[in-house]
Each structure stands twice: as structure tokens, then as C-alpha cells.
């Protein structure tokens, strides 16, 4: 069964940056177009990023020019800056679109002077 890990995150100050990371058994990112996805409280699960098998990049609105994912063989990465409170959010990495991998456990990200 395919598993997901994701690290990376913190509280930060508006303002500051962070660079989450994720990885996938069976190279799953290197095979499949991945992404990131987050989820606010009381909101529902939306992806931000995602990178093709290419890397070809797509971003929501909400993150364009703040936020960059890459990809380095079998681990995914979300480089953010900029950070807003509106960026709060538990963030997790999947393929895109989703497929019957489970989901990993997240990490929580906090945007809070």
C-alpha cells in the first residue's frame, strides 16, 4: 500500500516563509502528476499546487507568486513565502486528480503574529 509523508510545518509570522516537504512510496511523485492540497478550518480540502510528471506547474489564484512546488525524484516539495493568516491550514500531498491513495497525516502550517 502506497504511503504518503509530509514535514515541514510551523508557525510562522505573516511575512515569513516555509518549505514543506512530502514523500510517496513507490515513487508514486515521479510517475503521476502530484500537488498539494490544504485545508482551513471548517473549510474543504482544495489543491494549490501541482506539478506534472514534466513539471509543468499550476497554482491556484490564492498562492500564484507566492508559492512554488518542485519535485527531486520521489519527494515533493512547497516552497512558501510571503505567508499570510489566510494560509493557515493543515497541508497535504496526493496525486492529482485524486486516486485511491489514503492520505498522509498532514502537517500544520500557522500564519500568527
Known amino acids: 500500500q502506497v504511503r504518503i509523508v509530509e514535514s515541514g510545518g510551523n508557525l510562522v509570522q505573516p511575512g515569513g516563509s516555509l518549505t514543506l516537504s512530502c514523500v510517496g512510496s513507490g515513487s508514486i511523485f515521479k510517475l503521476y502528476t502530484g500537488g498539494w492540497y490544504r485545508q482551513a478550518p471548517g473549510k474543504q480540502r482544495e489543491v494549490v499546487a501541482s506539478i506534472s510528471t514534466i513539471g509543468r506547474t499550476n497554482y491556484d489564484d490564492s498562492v500564484m507568486g507566492r508559492f512554488t512546488i518542485s519535485r527531486d525524484n520521489a519527494k515533493m516539495y512547497l516552497q512558501m513565502n510571503s505567508l499570510k493568516p489566510d494560509d493557515t491550514a493543515v497541508y497535504y500531498c496526493?496525486?492529482?486528480?485524486?486516486?485511491?491513495?489514503?492520505w498522509g497525516q498532514g502537517t500544520q502550517v500557522t500564519v500568527s503574529s
Open positions: 496526493n496525486l492529482v486528480p485524486l486516486s485511491n491513495i489514503a
